[in-house]
Structures are given as structure tokens and as C-alpha cells.
């Protein structure tokens, strides 16, 4: 293939990158990590606050909970108060807790329990956890989750317009819209914005998972006024295997009873008076519910710390070249008669941090680029995800997978794996 783009153009791109320090506080292996949307790397950051932690527990024990470097008893809100700039909330509104299905549970809970016969829209590309525990919620309720949870359909098996979010708002009258920002197989971005206004205007609450947005795309919740908020902290957030997730809570709804309240979402001034009555936090805090995960938490810290080095602006703005880039590099190949498209918005605004590359073959293409140490995964029934991370990517790594896609693609190399039958991806 000729006219594939050069390397030099990559290179190009690189030299006047602000964010390029980043990279080498990561720890990658030989090769290119390119699925940092399912699982950021460790860095030399987060690995220093996990340790210090540790090192607390060992010489402070229980006087960890007071006297530690950051005191592990307001530990969850400092972290939140860290996270905020990155979702464009006011401290008080974030606070990192529970696991993002648990915060769906409660947060959702919470405003079923402020309606009768609640309905929630959803869409039908969503990550399934969050229909799970919506569906849940309904049931505990004695709701038909079948009539009172109404999904918006893709039209293209990609993404989902907001033209139809807005139809179906007007059709089904819900209480709750509740959507991903990213979707999780396409990386299609929602206007948030414009989903917030329209239910506003109708009067319906509308809540986001940020799952696959957070620490890849700047947002601004409370400009915005979106209700209520989730999001992991494992994926661009790099707070390692199962840390622990966030949420926001617009300060309009400071008050409400949480729907899973637990002790550590007391009031902090009398939490320990043991009270049998639970009095919630004045703020985000009241939605956690058991004791903050230290050893889960910590690695996040050290995280957000290289986020607020770098801005989340700038991440945001390297994080749409990467991808713009991307994407020119697969459509070249597409062009040359590669069977292989993008399944991803090419409009940097509807567009997140990750690139549907849809082939036929998606699963053993995937296997045949991890043999070559190039870390990607795979989503039925076609797309490998590519995950060119802002802090820790370059425009030439880019470039080398793209590249040894076009090779495993030429030499047919992935005929060599089997087909998929079920197990992780």
C-alpha cells in the first residue's frame, strides 16, 4: 500500500505535544496499550499513593483515619473534591464511592423513590449493568420493568440520536433519562447539554454514566445542570483493577434520602455518635455507603494528581487529535480496499476517546494484534476498540498499530486463531 501515510506525519504531530512528559511515568510493556478505555496502566503516580497508604496503615493503624497524610476519614471527599474539575462540578457536588453499578442502584433509586409509577428512558446500546440495575430498582419497587423502562433504539446499530432521545421523551413521558455519555461499543459522544435542556423542559431529571468520558472528555455538569452522575475509576481516570467509582449530585437535590444509605454517608459531624437514625451528608457524601476502600481509592489519588498537572482541556484536545488521527489512518485502508471502516463518529464533538474499528473477522483481528503486543478488545459482533490514551500515547504509536493492522490484515494472520467461543475480552 503506497500511499498509507508516512511515519514523518506522525512525528510531525508529536514534537509539539505539551502532554508528552506524561508518558514515560506509565508502566507499559513492550508494545502498544491501546485499551485504556477497559483498564488504564499503572503509573509511577499512582503506584506512590497505594504505597504511602500502605505505609500509613503499617506505622498508624487505626490513627490512619486522623492522622495520615491525607486522613483516610475524609478521604472519599478529597478525592471527589480532586475529580470535580474533570466533570465540570463544584466540590461538594462529587465524591468517589461505592462501584459505578452500586451508585446506578442508588442514585436511580433515590428519584424512583420521589415519583409514582416512575418510567426511565434508557437506549438500547447501553452498557448492560446499567439496564440491570435500573431493571432492579423497578422491580424492588413492584414496577413491570418491561413497561416502566423504555429504551431509545439506534437506527444504525452504532449510535443513537438525540433527534430520537427527544421523540421519545415526548412519547413516553418519563421521570428519569438516563444515558451514557460515551457509548460504550461505538464511542459515539452524546450532547449532554442538549439531553439536559430538553428533559429540563419537560420536566423529567436527567443522569449520565461517564464511564467511558471521564478523564478522556471535559465536561461541565454543573453548568449544564445535569441531576445526577456515575462513573468508574479505572478506565482513563487509571486508578487500577476495581478502584473505586464516582458520582455527582447537583446541589438542587442536597437533601434527598439516598435510596441505599450506609453509615459512611452519615453526616460526618455525628457520624460517630452512632445514631440509629440516619442523618445524610449535606451534599454528594450522603450517597456513600460503606466504609472508603483505602487500598482501592489511594492509586486514584496519584492519578488525578497527573490530571490536575496536565488540564483536562488539554487532554481533551490531544485525546480528539489522537483519534482524528486514527481515524484517517483506518479510512486509508478502507480506501485502499482493506475490509475495515470506522464505526465511530468522525465529528471530534460526537466523538470520545476510543475508535470502533469494525472488521468481519473483529475477534481474531484483536487476538492477532495482542500476539504482536499491541493490547486492544474486541465487542460483538464486529469492532475492535482502539484506545489511543492521551497521557501515555503518541501519534506515532498510533501510526505502528495502524500499520501492523494493515500487516495482520495483508499476510491474513489472524485465520490462525479460532473463532470465539464466550470467555473475557
Known sequence: MSDFPPREAAR??????????????????DGHYMDGNSLGPLSEDAEATLERVVDEWRELGIRGWTDADEPWFSYAERL?????????????????????????????????????????????????????????????????????????????GRTIEEDDVVVAMDACDPDVVF????????????DVERITEEAHDRGILAGF?????????????????????????????????????????NRDHFGETPALAGWWGH??????????????????????IGTVP????????????????????????????????????VDALSEAGYDCEVGTPRDADRRGGHVAVEHPEAYRVSLALKERDIVVDYRPPNVVRVCPAPLYTSHEDVWEVVDELRAILDEATYEQFDRQDGGVT
Not at 105 to 133: E, I, Q, R
Not at 179 to 190: H, M
Request: charged letters at 25%; proline letters at 4%; glycine letters at 8%.
Open 267 to 288: 453526616d460526618k459531624e455525628t457520624q460517630f455518635d452512632m445514631n440509629l437514625a440516619f442523618t445524610p451528608a449535606e451534599d454528594a457524601g450522603a450517597w456513600q
Open 12 to 29: 510531525e504531530f508529536d514534537r509539539d505535544d505539551p502532554l508528552s512528559q506524561f508518558a514515560d511515568r506509565f508502566e507499559i510493556s
Open 179 to 190: 444515558l451514557p455519555s460515551v457509548l460504550y461499543r461505538s464511542g459515539q459522544l452524546l
Open 80 to 156: 471527589g473534591s480532586m475529580t470535580a474539575p474533570l466533570v465540570g462540578a463544584e466540590t461538594e457536588e462529587v465524591v468517589v464511592a461505592n462501584s459505578t453499578t452500586v451508585n446506578i442502584h442508588t442514585l436511580v433509586g433515590t428519584f424512583l423513590d420521589a415519583v409514582d409509577s416512575p418510567t426511565v428512558l434508557v437506549d438500547d446500546l447501553d452498557f448492560p449493568t446499567d439496564h440491570y440495575a435500573i431493571r432492579a430498582q423497578l422491580r424492588q419497587r413492584g414496577y413491570d420493568p418491561d413497561e416502566h423502562l423504555v429504551a431509545v433504539e439506534s437506527r444504525d
Open 209 to 249: 454514566d461517564l464511564a467511558h468520558s471521564v478523564g478522556a472528555v471535559d465536561h461541565d455538569l454543573s453548568g449544564v445542570g445535569v441531576d445526577f452522575a456515575v462513573w468508574c475509576g479505572y478506565k482513563y481516570l487509571n486508578g487500577g483493577p476495581g478502584a473505586i467509582a464516582g458520582l455527582y449530585v
Open 294 to 329: 483505602m487500598l482501592s481509592a489511594a492509586p486514584l489519588e496519584g492519578s488525578l494528581r497527573m490530571f490536575e498537572e496536565a488540564g483536562i482541556e488539554a487532554v481533551r484536545e490531544k485525546s480528539v487529535s489522537l483519534t482524528s488521527y486514527l481515524v484517517k489512518l
